[in-house]
């Protein structure tokens, strides 16, 4: 019926399956850790939807500009605010 041999059979069994599991269970555990880590925390994340939010609040056109042609170089320039393009002969103020 029951013999030393069989329940020392049956022990091994069971200790390599519980290590087993123990050992699936910490792979497991370190994979999520290491996923943890990596991904950013919801402070950085809300940080990074603010910061992303005003990069787009300041990305939006300032609205129509008005152009003109430059006499010198033919070139289109705003009409408020041009700068020389650098030939002897252009009538808007050097650049700064």
Do not use: H
């Not at 087993?20 to 950085?44: C, Q």
């Amino acid at each position: 019926m029951f013999s030393i041999q069989k329940l020392a059979v049956f022990a091994v069994i069971v200790a390599a399956i519980w290590l087993a599991f123990r050992y699936v269970g910490n792979l497991e555990k370190t994979r999520k850790a290491r996923d943890r880590l990596a991904r950013p925390g919801w402070r950085e994340r809300f940080r990074r939807r603010r910061g992303a939010r005003k990069k787009a609040a300041a990305r939006e056109p300032a609205g129509d500009v008005e152009m003109v042609v430059c006499g010198t170089c033919g070139d289109y320039v705003a009409a408020a605010g041009a700068r020389a393009c650098g030939r002897a002969a252009c009538p808007y103020p050097p650049s700064a």
